[in-house]
C-alpha cells in the first residue's frame, strides 16, 4: 500500500455497505488503519448496528495520567459513523457532520477491552443520525455520543 492509497474507494462502489462492513470483519477488506493506530477493531455488524472492540494503552495518556479523549472521540466516531455505514445502498458515500460526546468516567490501561456500540436512529435519504455507547467487559459506561451524517446518492 502507498501513502494515499484508497483502500476501499472500488469496494465502496461496488458493495452495499453492510456487505462491505462484513468484509472488513470476514478479513476480505482491510481494517482501517486508524484502528491500526489506536487499537480498536470492527466486530460485528447488522443492518443499522455496529460493535466495535478496544484496548487502550498508557501511549494515549494525557498529562493527568488518563486516556486522552480523542482516544474514546474517535473510537464513538467510528461506531457512529459506521452505523450510517451499514445502511448504505451500493454506490451511495457519506460524511460525518457532527458528533458529540460525553466521557463519563475515566479510562487508563488497567481498564481492560472495551466495547463501542453503535446504532441507527434516523436514516433518511440525505441525513442520517446514529447514537454510541462505550462500555467496559462489565457493562460500565465510560462514554457515549451521537452524530449526523449526511448521505451522498449514487454518483453524488
Same mark, same amino acid.
Given at each position: 500500500?502507498? &501513502?494515499?492509497?484508497?483502500?476501499? !474507494?472500488? !469496494?465502496?462502489?461496488?458493495?452495499?455497505?453492510?456487505?462491505?462492513?462484513?468484509?472488513?470483519?470476514?478479513?476480505?477488506?482491510?481494517?482501517?488503519?486508524?484502528?491500526? /493506530?489506536?487499537?480498536? @477493531?470492527?466486530?460485528?455488524?447488522? *443492518?443499522?448496528?455496529?460493535?466495535?472492540?478496544?484496548?487502550? =494503552?498508557?501511549?494515549? *495518556?494525557?498529562?493527568?495520567?488518563?486516556?486522552?479523549?480523542?482516544?474514546?472521540?474517535?473510537?464513538?466516531? =467510528?461506531?457512529?459513523?459506521?452505523?450510517?455505514?451499514?445502511?448504505?445502498? #451500493?454506490?451511495?458515500? *457519506?460524511?460525518?457532520?457532527?458528533?458529540? /460526546?460525553?466521557?463519563?468516567?475515566?479510562?487508563?490501561?488497567?481498564? $481492560?477491552?472495551? @466495547?463501542?456500540?453503535?446504532?441507527?436512529? @434516523?436514516?433518511?435519504?440525505?441525513?442520517?443520525?446514529?447514537? #454510541?455507547?462505550?462500555?467496559? &467487559?462489565?457493562?460500565?459506561?465510560?462514554? @457515549?455520543?451521537? $452524530?449526523?451524517?449526511? /448521505?451522498?446518492?449514487?454518483?453524488?
Amino acid at each position: 500500500m502507498t &501513502e494515499g492509497e484508497n483502500l476501499a !474507494a472500488p !469496494a465502496v462502489t461496488d458493495e452495499d455497505g453492510l456487505t462491505f462492513l462484513r468484509r472488513i470483519i470476514a478479513g476480505d477488506h482491510p481494517q482501517p488503519p486508524i484502528g491500526e /493506530v489506536l487499537d480498536f @477493531h470492527l466486530a460485528e455488524v447488522e *443492518y443499522g448496528r455496529v460493535l466495535f472492540r478496544g484496548c487502550a =494503552s498508557q501511549m494515549f *495518556y494525557n498529562p493527568l495520567g488518563t486516556v486522552h479523549g480523542g482516544w474514546p472521540a474517535t473510537l464513538l466516531d =467510528s461506531a457512529l459513523s459506521c452505523a450510517v455505514h451499514s445502511t448504505l445502498a #451500493a454506490g451511495e458515500g *457519506y460524511t460525518t457532520v457532527e458528533f458529540k /460526546v460525553n466521557l463519563t468516567r475515566p479510562i487508563t490501561a488497567a481498564t $481492560g477491552t472495551l @466495547h463501542c456500540e453503535g446504532r441507527i436512529v @434516523h436514516r433518511g435519504r440525505r441525513i442520517a443520525t446514529a447514537e #454510541a455507547w462505550l462500555r467496559d &467487559e462489565d457493562g460500565r459506561l465510560f462514554a @457515549h455520543g451521537s $452524530g449526523t451524517c449526511m /448521505v451522498f446518492p449514487p454518483g453524488g
